[in-house]
């Protein structure tokens, strides 16, 4: 059957229902009462949802024409993220050992939390592991950059293979990180850990500490741009399906209009690293797996929103079977789900179009409300 005629046939056997049919059709759900009032929901940041959007509402709030790309580096799947377990150094040989089993299970990266501890041999921390083949991310203080700095000079590692980011908790001083900005073309030297909040306020947070970074970094236009295509944010995936999705979105969109404003003409997007990262997750009416439930809608809304990399804790980190639990998720995700094979899942979907507007907008107007201070 040509295809015009199953989508003829398809139009005439469902046609296009209105939001009054709907509202009627919901509100014998709801024992006659309002389905808008009774269905609406608030996030933390207050704002209202409702439970049906049309192209009319959407329409309304003048949804941006981005959607996420197909992945650059990917080019047998249309979404690509780093499964990046985190690895807690507190001991480098034991931290190696972890690091080694995640990335020969199927891990594509490792986020190291190293801190201030200036003891740590990266000898010991990274041995066998082949970096130019894998991502490193590294949640450090200044000490550790120059320690970092100097095992990939003293190791003569090929610099232009070198992938992964520093996190850092406060804004780092540009001459920690000069190497890392001239030397790693694909490593995001200055990224940032956002503090949980709601949705609206850690993408605020987000805009100001990125903007001050920048501008601590940067003393020309070449500077600004290069500080700009090293951001990254590394976020908490929300409690809420839908605000880890939105979220991720209208960042990507906000930051890329700050780009603009540094004068980063050739700046997309798609080109912001956004890492997301969990925390061990408890609740007795969902044990004994309660973690593996979160993380695993908490990895399905971070990759439909857009992740690049993606940090999913056990609830025990010396766990072994809890630490595979964990990294096995987002492999599920991949191999077995296929999140893999579509580039933007909710692109054209009324619903998620005004919700990320609408956190877009008030997310906005509290950076603004920031920056001017």
Sequence with gaps: MPENSIVSTLIQSFPPASKDQWKRAASREVNDQDPFKELSWKNNDGIEFFPYYDRQDSEAYSPSQFQLPMAKNSPSNARAWQSSPFVNVRDAKKANIISLDHLVNGADAIFFNVGARLEISYDVLLHNIEWQFCSLFFCVQPEESEKIRKYITDSRLPLDQLTGGFFWETIPKKNTINFFLNELKDFNALGLLIAPDSPAREISHALLQGVRLVEECSHSLHDRIAAVNNIAFSLPAAASFADTIVKLKALRGLWFQVAQAFGASDYHPEDLHIHVRTEPWADDAYEPHGNMIFTTLAAMASVIGG???????????????????????SSILREEAHLNKVSDPTSGSYAFEVMTNQIAKTAWKLFQSEIRR
């Design 307 to 329: 992740c690049n990399a993606l940090t999913l804790k056990a609830v025990e980190e010396y766990n072994t079977v809890m630490n595979r639990v964990a990294r096995n998720v």
